[in-house]
Protein backbone atom coordinates (compact mmCIF):
# COMPACT_ATOMS: atom_id res chain seq x y z
CA UNK A 1 0.00 0.00 0.00
CA UNK A 2 1.12 3.37 -0.95
CA UNK A 3 1.28 5.53 2.61
CA UNK A 4 3.09 8.62 2.92
CA UNK A 5 6.00 9.34 4.76
CA UNK A 6 5.67 10.75 8.33
CA UNK A 7 7.42 13.48 8.68
CA UNK A 8 9.96 13.78 11.39
CA UNK A 9 7.88 15.40 13.87
CA UNK A 10 5.30 13.29 13.52
CA UNK A 11 7.75 10.19 15.10
CA UNK A 12 6.68 11.45 18.25
CA UNK A 13 3.60 13.09 17.86
CA UNK A 14 1.13 11.63 15.42
CA UNK A 15 -1.42 14.56 15.64
CA UNK A 16 -0.52 18.63 16.22
CA UNK A 17 -2.50 21.63 16.19
CA UNK A 18 -0.92 25.09 16.45
CA UNK A 19 -3.16 28.05 17.18
CA UNK A 20 -5.75 26.29 16.40
CA UNK A 21 -9.33 28.02 15.44
CA UNK A 22 -12.64 27.55 13.93
CA UNK A 23 -15.63 30.13 13.83
CA UNK A 24 -18.88 30.64 12.01
CA UNK A 25 -20.14 33.83 11.23
CA UNK A 26 -19.92 35.40 14.89
CA UNK A 27 -19.66 31.92 16.48
CA UNK A 28 -16.07 30.85 18.17
CA UNK A 29 -16.42 27.04 17.87
CA UNK A 30 -12.59 26.67 18.63
CA UNK A 31 -10.11 29.17 19.51
CA UNK A 32 -6.82 29.34 19.65
CA UNK A 33 -5.93 25.46 20.45
CA UNK A 34 -2.43 24.43 20.28
CA UNK A 35 -1.95 19.97 21.34
CA UNK A 36 -0.34 17.15 20.78
CA UNK A 37 -1.11 13.56 20.45
CA UNK A 38 1.34 10.50 20.92
CA UNK A 39 0.78 6.86 20.89
CA UNK A 40 -1.63 5.70 23.40
CA UNK A 41 -5.50 6.48 24.39
CA UNK A 42 -6.31 10.24 25.16
CA UNK A 43 -9.48 11.61 26.13
CA UNK A 44 -11.45 14.53 24.79
CA UNK A 45 -13.51 16.05 27.68
CA UNK A 46 -16.13 18.85 27.56
CA UNK A 47 -19.55 19.93 28.25
CA UNK A 48 -21.92 20.34 24.89
CA UNK A 49 -20.96 23.17 23.43
CA UNK A 50 -17.35 23.09 24.58
CA UNK A 51 -16.25 22.53 20.40
CA UNK A 52 -15.61 18.77 20.88
CA UNK A 53 -16.68 17.68 17.60
CA UNK A 54 -15.47 20.38 15.61
CA UNK A 55 -12.14 20.36 16.55
CA UNK A 56 -12.19 16.30 15.77
CA UNK A 57 -13.74 17.43 12.42
CA UNK A 58 -10.62 19.73 11.95
CA UNK A 59 -8.16 17.24 13.28
CA UNK A 60 -9.31 14.73 10.48
CA UNK A 61 -9.54 17.53 7.48
CA UNK A 62 -13.12 17.32 7.18
CA UNK A 63 -13.39 21.20 8.22
CA UNK A 64 -11.17 23.95 7.11
CA UNK A 65 -9.45 26.18 10.05
CA UNK A 66 -10.30 29.53 10.00
CA UNK A 67 -6.92 30.13 11.52
CA UNK A 68 -3.81 28.24 12.61
CA UNK A 69 -2.69 24.29 11.33
CA UNK A 70 -3.41 20.68 12.19
CA UNK A 71 -1.00 17.78 11.18
CA UNK A 72 -1.87 14.45 10.74
CA UNK A 73 1.01 12.08 10.69
CA UNK A 74 3.27 14.68 9.69
CA UNK A 75 1.24 16.56 6.98
CA UNK A 76 -1.70 18.84 6.58
CA UNK A 77 -4.78 16.12 5.49
CA UNK A 78 -6.44 18.78 3.65
CA UNK A 79 -3.39 18.85 1.28
CA UNK A 80 -2.12 15.66 1.26
CA UNK A 81 -5.50 13.08 1.10
CA UNK A 82 -2.87 10.00 1.01
CA UNK A 83 -3.01 9.94 5.26
CA UNK A 84 -6.49 8.88 5.11
CA UNK A 85 -4.97 5.11 4.85
CA UNK A 86 -3.61 5.47 7.99
CA UNK A 87 -6.36 7.70 9.49
CA UNK A 88 -10.01 6.46 10.71
CA UNK A 89 -13.02 8.15 11.88
CA UNK A 90 -15.89 6.96 14.19
CA UNK A 91 -18.38 9.64 14.25
CA UNK A 92 -21.03 10.52 16.44
CA UNK A 93 -23.75 10.48 14.16
CA UNK A 94 -25.77 7.15 12.37
CA UNK A 95 -23.35 7.14 9.24
CA UNK A 96 -24.41 3.31 7.92
CA UNK A 97 -26.30 1.96 5.28
CA UNK A 98 -29.20 0.36 7.32
CA UNK A 99 -29.51 -2.54 4.36
CA UNK A 100 -26.30 -3.38 4.45
CA UNK A 101 -25.26 -6.09 6.98
CA UNK A 102 -22.24 -5.66 9.26
CA UNK A 103 -20.04 -7.79 6.88
CA UNK A 104 -21.30 -6.27 4.07
CA UNK A 105 -20.50 -2.77 5.49
CA UNK A 106 -17.24 -3.50 7.03
CA UNK A 107 -16.07 -4.79 3.95
CA UNK A 108 -17.17 -1.49 1.90
CA UNK A 109 -14.55 0.37 3.96
CA UNK A 110 -12.14 -2.40 3.20
CA UNK A 111 -12.91 -2.26 -1.02
CA UNK A 112 -12.60 1.88 -0.25
CA UNK A 113 -9.32 1.30 1.20
CA UNK A 114 -8.19 -1.10 -1.19
CA UNK A 115 -6.72 -3.08 1.22
CA UNK A 116 -5.20 -6.66 0.42
CA UNK A 117 -6.54 -10.10 1.66
CA UNK A 118 -10.03 -7.88 2.65
CA UNK A 119 -12.03 -11.20 4.08
CA UNK A 120 -9.46 -11.86 6.05
CA UNK A 121 -8.95 -7.88 7.77
CA UNK A 122 -13.02 -7.74 7.41
CA UNK A 123 -13.05 -11.22 9.86
CA UNK A 124 -11.00 -9.69 11.54
CA UNK A 125 -12.32 -7.03 12.01
CA UNK A 126 -15.74 -7.92 12.72
CA UNK A 127 -14.49 -10.52 15.50
CA UNK A 128 -12.50 -7.67 17.47
CA UNK A 129 -15.83 -6.10 17.93
CA UNK A 130 -17.75 -8.77 19.12
CA UNK A 131 -20.28 -9.06 16.04
CA UNK A 132 -19.13 -12.40 14.73
CA UNK A 133 -22.90 -14.23 15.99
CA UNK A 134 -24.37 -11.24 14.09
CA UNK A 135 -22.66 -10.13 10.96
CA UNK A 136 -25.10 -11.02 8.59
CA UNK A 137 -28.20 -9.11 10.26
CA UNK A 138 -28.56 -5.92 7.84
CA UNK A 139 -28.18 -3.06 10.38
CA UNK A 140 -31.60 -1.78 10.20
CA UNK A 141 -32.03 -4.21 12.93
CA UNK A 142 -29.21 -3.43 15.04
CA UNK A 143 -29.56 -2.11 18.04
CA UNK A 144 -27.52 1.54 18.48
CA UNK A 145 -24.96 0.01 20.35
CA UNK A 146 -24.65 -2.38 17.77
CA UNK A 147 -24.41 -0.14 14.98
CA UNK A 148 -21.95 2.16 17.17
CA UNK A 149 -19.76 -1.72 16.92
CA UNK A 150 -20.28 -1.93 13.79
CA UNK A 151 -18.78 1.39 12.94
CA UNK A 152 -15.57 1.04 15.10
CA UNK A 153 -15.42 -2.42 13.22
CA UNK A 154 -15.76 -0.48 9.63
CA UNK A 155 -13.02 1.77 11.33
CA UNK A 156 -10.50 -1.11 12.03
CA UNK A 157 -10.70 -3.02 9.04
CA UNK A 158 -7.45 -1.21 7.61
CA UNK A 159 -5.75 -1.04 10.91
CA UNK A 160 -5.08 2.88 11.04
CA UNK A 161 -2.10 4.25 12.94
CA UNK A 162 -4.71 6.96 14.29
CA UNK A 163 -8.01 6.03 15.37
CA UNK A 164 -10.66 9.10 16.28
CA UNK A 165 -13.80 8.58 17.67
CA UNK A 166 -16.65 10.99 18.51
CA UNK A 167 -19.15 9.59 21.23
CA UNK A 168 -18.00 5.79 20.34
CA UNK A 169 -19.92 4.40 23.80
CA UNK A 170 -23.21 6.03 22.74
CA UNK A 171 -26.62 3.70 22.99
CA UNK A 172 -24.04 0.14 24.53
CA UNK A 173 -24.88 -1.91 26.93
CA UNK A 174 -22.64 -2.25 30.03
CA UNK A 175 -20.94 -5.38 28.46
CA UNK A 176 -20.41 -3.66 25.11
CA UNK A 177 -19.17 -0.87 26.60
CA UNK A 178 -16.25 -2.86 28.92
CA UNK A 179 -15.64 -4.94 25.71
CA UNK A 180 -15.33 -1.97 23.77
CA UNK A 181 -12.91 0.36 26.83
CA UNK A 182 -10.43 -3.14 26.51
CA UNK A 183 -10.46 -2.88 22.90
CA UNK A 184 -9.29 0.74 22.91
CA UNK A 185 -6.98 0.52 25.48
CA UNK A 186 -5.13 -2.77 24.01
CA UNK A 187 -5.40 -0.34 20.70
CA UNK A 188 -3.21 2.24 22.76
CA UNK A 189 -0.62 -0.50 24.14
CA UNK A 190 -0.06 -1.71 21.05
CA UNK A 191 0.97 1.90 19.78
CA UNK A 192 -1.93 3.20 18.26
CA UNK A 193 -3.09 6.76 18.73
CA UNK A 194 -6.68 6.77 19.78
CA UNK A 195 -8.44 9.75 20.54
CA UNK A 196 -12.36 9.53 22.01
CA UNK A 197 -14.53 12.03 22.74
CA UNK A 198 -16.88 11.23 25.56
CA UNK A 199 -19.24 12.47 28.21
CA UNK A 200 -18.83 9.60 30.36
CA UNK A 201 -16.39 10.52 33.02
CA UNK A 202 -16.18 7.19 35.04
CA UNK A 203 -15.01 5.59 31.55
CA UNK A 204 -12.57 8.01 29.99
CA UNK A 205 -10.84 7.17 33.41
CA UNK A 206 -11.02 3.86 32.66
CA UNK A 207 -9.64 3.75 29.09
CA UNK A 208 -7.59 7.25 28.59
CA UNK A 209 -3.93 7.50 30.25
CA UNK A 210 -3.99 11.41 29.31
CA UNK A 211 -7.12 13.94 29.32
CA UNK A 212 -7.42 17.21 27.40
CA UNK A 213 -10.91 18.88 28.90
CA UNK A 214 -12.60 21.89 26.23
CA UNK A 215 -14.61 24.96 27.70
CA UNK A 216 -16.37 27.00 25.11
CA UNK A 217 -14.05 26.42 22.57
CA UNK A 218 -10.87 26.34 24.71
CA UNK A 219 -8.24 24.14 25.81
CA UNK A 220 -8.85 24.28 29.42
CA UNK A 221 -6.45 21.54 30.63
CA UNK A 222 -4.58 18.24 29.82
CA UNK A 223 -2.33 15.67 31.41
CA UNK A 224 -3.09 13.16 33.63
CA UNK A 225 -6.21 12.80 35.97
CA UNK A 226 -3.41 13.23 38.94
CA UNK A 227 -1.55 15.92 37.32
CA UNK A 228 -4.67 18.02 36.37
CA UNK A 229 -5.97 16.93 40.04
CA UNK A 230 -2.06 18.07 42.05
CA UNK A 231 -2.76 21.53 39.72
CA UNK A 232 -5.81 22.16 41.70
CA UNK A 233 -3.99 23.99 44.73
CA UNK A 234 -6.55 26.33 45.34
CA UNK A 235 -9.38 23.61 46.29
CA UNK A 236 -8.98 21.39 49.39
CA UNK A 237 -7.96 17.60 48.64
CA UNK A 238 -10.40 15.04 50.29
CA UNK A 239 -8.49 12.04 52.19
CA UNK A 240 -10.74 9.21 53.53
CA UNK A 241 -9.11 7.63 56.37
CA UNK A 242 -10.66 3.92 57.74
CA UNK A 243 -9.22 3.78 61.61
CA UNK A 244 -10.03 1.72 64.57
CA UNK A 245 -10.88 4.75 66.65
CA UNK A 246 -11.87 7.43 64.24
CA UNK A 247 -13.16 9.92 66.77
CA UNK A 248 -10.22 9.98 68.54
CA UNK A 249 -7.69 9.85 66.15
CA UNK A 250 -10.17 12.69 63.96
CA UNK A 251 -9.24 14.87 67.49
CA UNK A 252 -5.74 14.63 66.84
CA UNK A 253 -5.61 15.41 63.36
CA UNK A 254 -8.23 18.51 64.22
CA UNK A 255 -5.22 20.16 66.23
CA UNK A 256 -2.93 19.65 63.27
CA UNK A 257 -1.83 22.63 60.90
CA UNK A 258 -3.17 22.22 57.30
CA UNK A 259 -6.52 20.34 58.41
CA UNK A 260 -9.47 22.24 57.24
CA UNK A 261 -11.77 19.61 58.48
CA UNK A 262 -12.99 16.46 58.97
CA UNK A 263 -16.56 14.46 58.89
CA UNK A 264 -16.80 11.18 60.69
CA UNK A 265 -19.24 8.39 59.02
CA UNK A 266 -19.17 5.27 60.74
CA UNK A 267 -15.42 3.81 61.21
CA UNK A 268 -13.86 6.48 57.85
CA UNK A 269 -12.83 9.41 58.40
CA UNK A 270 -13.15 12.27 55.28
CA UNK A 271 -10.19 14.89 55.77
CA UNK A 272 -10.26 18.57 54.23
CA UNK A 273 -6.69 19.38 53.92
CA UNK A 274 -5.18 22.00 52.01
CA UNK A 275 -1.38 20.45 52.98
CA UNK A 276 -2.01 16.50 51.56
CA UNK A 277 1.72 16.20 51.99
CA UNK A 278 1.65 17.45 55.42
CA UNK A 279 -1.13 14.72 56.13
CA UNK A 280 0.83 12.20 55.13
CA UNK A 281 3.62 12.29 57.57
CA UNK A 282 1.15 13.69 60.58
CA UNK A 283 -1.04 10.84 60.50
CA UNK A 284 1.19 7.98 60.99
CA UNK A 285 3.02 9.47 63.51
CA UNK A 286 -0.41 10.38 65.46
CA UNK A 287 -1.88 7.34 65.03
CA UNK A 288 1.45 4.95 65.87
CA UNK A 289 1.54 7.71 69.30
CA UNK A 290 -1.94 7.07 69.72
CA UNK A 291 -2.31 3.25 69.74
CA UNK A 292 -4.56 3.83 66.98
CA UNK A 293 -4.51 1.16 63.69
CA UNK A 294 -5.25 2.45 60.33
CA UNK A 295 -7.04 0.19 58.19
CA UNK A 296 -7.14 2.33 54.57
CA UNK A 297 -5.89 5.41 53.23
CA UNK A 298 -7.20 6.93 50.43
CA UNK A 299 -8.03 9.92 48.29
CA UNK A 300 -12.13 11.09 47.81
CA UNK A 301 -11.38 13.48 44.96
CA UNK A 302 -8.89 12.26 42.55
CA UNK A 303 -11.12 11.33 40.02
CA UNK A 304 -12.09 12.87 36.61
CA UNK A 305 -15.50 14.21 37.57
CA UNK A 306 -14.01 16.49 40.35
CA UNK A 307 -11.13 17.67 37.79
CA UNK A 308 -13.85 18.03 35.41
CA UNK A 309 -16.49 19.76 37.88
CA UNK A 310 -14.00 21.99 38.93
CA UNK A 311 -12.39 22.87 35.31
CA UNK A 312 -15.54 23.96 34.33
CA UNK A 313 -16.90 26.01 37.01
CA UNK A 314 -13.59 28.06 36.42
Do not use: C
Amino acid sequence: MDRPPISEAGVTATVETNGLSKWFGQKVAVSEVSLSFHPGVTGLLGPNGAGKTTLIRLLTGLQRPSQGTVRLLGVDPRQDHRVYRRVAMVPEDEAVYPRLTAREFVRLSADLARLPDRERQVAEAIAAVDLVADQDRTLQGYSKGMRQRAKVAAALVGKPDVLILDEPLNGADPVQRAHLIELFRRLGEEGHTVIVSSHVLFEVERMAGRVIAMVDGRLAAEGTVATLRAAMTDKPRLVRIKADEPRRLASLLLATDGIDGVRIDGAVIEVSTSDPTGLAHTLPVAARGAGIRVREVRPADESLESVFRYLVGQ
